[in-house]
C-alpha cells in the first residue's frame, strides 16, 4: 500500500509506498523502457488477493532467485508469512537480500523447498499474491495497493485515453507509473507523484495524469559526444 506525504506509514508495513508530492522541472519523465514481455497477460487472480511480488531468473546454481517485490519496503516481503503463487504453491522465504544494482525493489531470496537452479528456474514469472485482508484497509483516497494500479485506465486532464497502468516499478529515484500507450508502441514511464498523476480514481478503474507532450515520443539516437 502507498501513501503521499503528508502521514507516515507504519515502520514495516510493507504493503504501503509513499508517493511524493513534488518533483522538480528537470526530472527526466519519458525513460522508455519496454516490458521484456509487455503484451503478456497478467495472471488472473481472486480480486481478494493482492500481488506482492514476481520471481524472476535464477541466481546461482544453490536455488536462489530474483524477486521483485511491490511492498513498499521491498524485503518486508518476508514479513507477512506464507504467500500464494499463481501457480497454486504456497511459498516461503527462509533468506532475502537486496540484489546488486540500483533498483530497490528488486532482491535476491532463497525458497523453502528450492535448493538448487532447477527448482529456482522453475519459479521465474511465478507472481506472488497474499489476502487482502491481511494487508489492512486503506486510511484515505491517497493510500492504495500498488498492485491496484496495474491495469487501470490511464486518461489525461481532458479525459482523452492514453493508454493502461502496466507496472509501477522503481528504478532508485522513486516510483514511476509505467504506461503502456493505448495506440501501442513502447511503454513510458511518468513519476508517480502529484503534479503528474493528481486523481486516483481506483474504485472507478482509472488515474488522470497531466503528462508532459512528449510523453511517447521515442528517445532519439544518442549524441555523438555523450559517453556510452
Aim: proline share 10%.
Amino acid at each position: 500500500m502507498a501513501r503521499r506525504p503528508g502521514g507516515n506509514s507504519p515502520q514495516g508495513d510493507g504493503g504501503r509506498r509513499a508517493r511524493p508530492g513534488r518533483i522538480g522541472s528537470d526530472a527526466a519523465t519519458s525513460a522508455h523502457r519496454p516490458r521484456p514481455d509487455e503484451d503478456a497477460a497478467l495472471p488472473e487472480t481472486d480480486p481478494s488477493l493482492v500481488r506482492m511480488g514476481e520471481f524472476g531468473r535464477a541466481h546461482g546454481l544453490n536455488g536462489e532467485v530474483r524477486l521483485k517485490s511491490y511492498t513498499g519496503d521491498p524485503q518486508a516481503i518476508g514479513t507477512y508469512g506464507p504467500l500464494i503463487a499463481s501457480d497454486g504453491r504456497r511459498i516461503e522465504f527462509i533468506d532475502i537480500r537486496q540484489a546488486g544494482g540500483t533498483s530497490p525493489d528488486l532482491l535476491v531470496v532463497r525458497v523453502k523447498g528450492v535448493a538448487d537452479r532447477t527448482g529456482a528456474e522453475a519459479l521465474n514469472r511465478v507472481a506472488l499474491y497474499l489476502p487482502r485482508e491481511r494487508l489492512g484497509a486503506t486510511e484515505d483516497e491517497d493510500e492504495f495497493f500498488t498492485a491496484d494500479l496495474v491495469g487501470l485506465t490511464v486518461v489525461d486532464t481532458q479525459g482523452v485515453v492514453l493508454g493502461t497502468v502496466a507496472d509501477v516499478p522503481n528504478y532508485g529515484g522513486g516510483d514511476l507509473l509505467e504506461i503502456k500507450p493505448a495506440l501501442g508502441g513502447a511503454t513510458a514511464l511518468l513519476p508517480f507523484t502529484k503534479a503528474f498523476v493528481p486523481v486516483l480514481a481506483i474504485a472507478e478503474g482509472r488515474v488522470v495524469v497531466d503528462p508532459p507532450e512528449d510523453l511517447f515520443v521515442p528517445a532519439g539516437p544518442r549524441p555523438p559526444d555523450e559517453p556510452v
